[in-house]
């Protein structure tokens, strides 16, 4: 609940950080996990800000398989994300990717005083979030608005830093209202949950499906928006609840996905800034006076407060998850 606050220290020392300009031929963002979930919405929001190739790729494919990855000759930023600086795979990768001379690094952490911190060329250290928590959730929102604001920085863009600037503002008006998501929670008869987003969207649908995994268990899953009506779909029934995290951009096929759903028995949870009309079992209506690219933090504290809700009415302890611990290490 305190995410407002913190994403305003994260804006501050984004804005005090100079950066080098990136004359590589990709930027490769990489992490485990949530962090994973993370670089892959990051990199698409930096290839979408700045017009330079940006991939994601989960850690340990960067030393179990280099090549399918990395070319000879040509130039790479990897950007290394991890709340604790300390995960195997990340450590693994960096350590891995040492003395090549096309590579250079930057590491993103919420505790700049680790081995990986020390790995990289550059660190932007969040160390103001020190969660206690097994499960990541304002580390991931704070860590990917320093990237959005990393990239709106590497490309000069004053009208996104102007819009990302309203960040903090925007998600302290709109992180109390809870009703939605605990209704949703609350709701025993609804079994199987679906996380559908698309395009940098994608990243988060996957770490909301992660969180409601994490702390209560559900088998749950996520997909591309679009992509669910090609085969997922023959899933949906009455126990069906289906979180769709909608974009202006996606605004034309949003409504008609919803239709598909509903008349299958689904029920739909749409949140984004949805027209006037818009029809949903239940709505979130964020703002639309940001652009898509600017406005993913605002989606996050609302799919953390699902999968918490849920496990509260569970009566599972949110902050154990099973079988998990706050750093995994090999
Ligand atoms: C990432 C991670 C999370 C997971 C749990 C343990 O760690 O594996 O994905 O949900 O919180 O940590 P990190 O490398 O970001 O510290």
Same mark, same amino acid.
């Given at each position: 609940?305190?995410?407002?606050?913190?994403?305003?220290?994260?804006?501050?020392?984004?804005?005090?950080?100079?950066?080098?300009?990136?004359?590589?031929?990709?930027?490769?963002?990489?992490?485990?996990?949530?962090?994973?979930?993370?670089?892959? @919405?990051?990199?698409?929001?930096?290839?979408?800000?700045?017009?330079?190739?940006?991939?994601?790729?989960?850690?340990?494919?960067?030393?179990?398989?280099?090549?399918?990855?990395?070319?000879?000759?040509?130039?790479?930023?990897?950007?290394?994300?991890?709340? @604790?600086?300390?995960?195997?795979?990340?450590?693994?990768?960096?350590?891995?990717?040492?003395?090549?001379?096309?590579?250079?690094?930057?590491?993103?952490?919420?505790?700049?005083?680790?081995?990986?911190?020390?790995?990289?060329?550059?660190?932007?250290?969040?160390?103001?979030?020190?969660?206690?928590?097994?499960?990541?959730?304002? @580390?991931?929102?704070?860590?990917?608005?320093?990237?959005?604001?990393?990239?709106?920085?590497?490309?000069?863009?004053?009208?996104?830093?102007?819009?990302?600037?309203?960040?903090?503002?925007?998600?302290? @008006?709109?992180?109390?209202?809870?009703?939605?998501?605990?209704?949703?929670?609350?709701?025993?008869?609804?079994?199987?949950?679906?996380?559908?987003?698309?395009?940098?969207?994608?990243?988060?649908?996957?770490?909301?499906?992660?969180?409601?995994?994490?702390?209560?268990?559900?088998?749950?899953?996520?997909?591309?928006?679009?992509?669910?009506?090609?085969?997922?779909?023959?899933?949906?029934?009455?126990?069906?609840?289906?979180?769709?995290?909608?974009?202006?951009?996606?605004?034309?096929?949003?409504?008609?996905?919803?239709?598909?759903?509903?008349?299958?028995?689904?029920?739909?949870?749409?949140?984004?800034?949805?027209?006037?009309?818009?029809?949903?079992?239940?709505?979130?209506?964020?703002?639309?006076?940001?652009?898509?690219?600017?406005?993913?933090?605002?989606?996050?504290?609302?799919?953390?407060?699902?999968?918490?809700?849920?496990?509260?009415?569970?009566?599972?302890?949110?902050?154990?998850?099973?079988?998990?611990?706050?750093?995994?290490?090999?």
């Amino acid at each position: 609940m305190n995410q407002a606050d913190q994403l305003q220290r994260t804006y501050d020392i984004l804005k005090n950080m100079d950066f080098d300009q990136n004359s590589v031929d990709q930027i490769l963002f990489t992490g485990c996990g949530t962090s994973f979930y993370l670089a892959s @919405s990051a990199a698409k929001i930096y290839q979408s800000v700045t017009g330079q190739f940006a991939a994601a790729v989960p850690a340990s494919e960067l030393f179990l398989h280099t090549s399918t990855l990395i070319v000879p000759d040509k130039k790479y930023l990897i950007v290394g994300i991890s709340r @604790s600086g300390t995960t195997s795979e990340i450590i693994l990768a960096l350590d891995h990717l040492k003395g090549n001379d096309n590579l250079r690094t930057l590491a993103l952490t919420c505790n700049s005083n680790t081995p990986m911190a020390e790995a990289a060329d550059q660190v932007i250290a969040l160390d103001h979030i020190s969660e206690k928590s097994v499960v990541m959730t304002q @580390s991931f929102t704070n860590m990917l608005y320093a990237l959005q604001l990393y990239a709106a920085k590497q490309n000069n863009s004053e009208q996104d830093l102007a819009q990302l600037k309203q960040v903090p503002g925007i998600v302290k @008006s709109t992180i109390m209202d809870e009703n939605a998501t605990k209704s949703l929670a609350d709701d025993l008869t609804k079994t199987r949950f679906i996380f559908l987003g698309s395009g940098s969207y994608n990243g988060l649908a996957k770490e909301a499906t992660l969180k409601l995994k994490e702390m209560t268990q559900t088998e749950c899953e996520s997909y591309s928006s679009l992509e669910f009506r090609h085969g997922p779909i023959s899933i949906v029934d009455e126990s069906t609840a289906v979180i769709l995290l909608a974009q202006n951009e996606t605004a034309a096929y949003d409504q008609e996905l919803v239709k598909d759903i509903q008349r299958l028995g689904g029920h739909i949870l749409a949140m984004g800034p949805l027209a006037e009309g818009f029809q949903a079992d239940e709505q979130i209506i964020l703002t639309d006076e940001i652009a898509d690219r600017n406005r993913h933090a605002v989606y996050m504290p609302a799919l953390q407060l699902l999968a918490y809700h849920r496990a509260i009415r569970l009566g599972f302890d949110p902050d154990k998850p099973r079988n998990l611990t706050q750093v995994v290490k090999l």
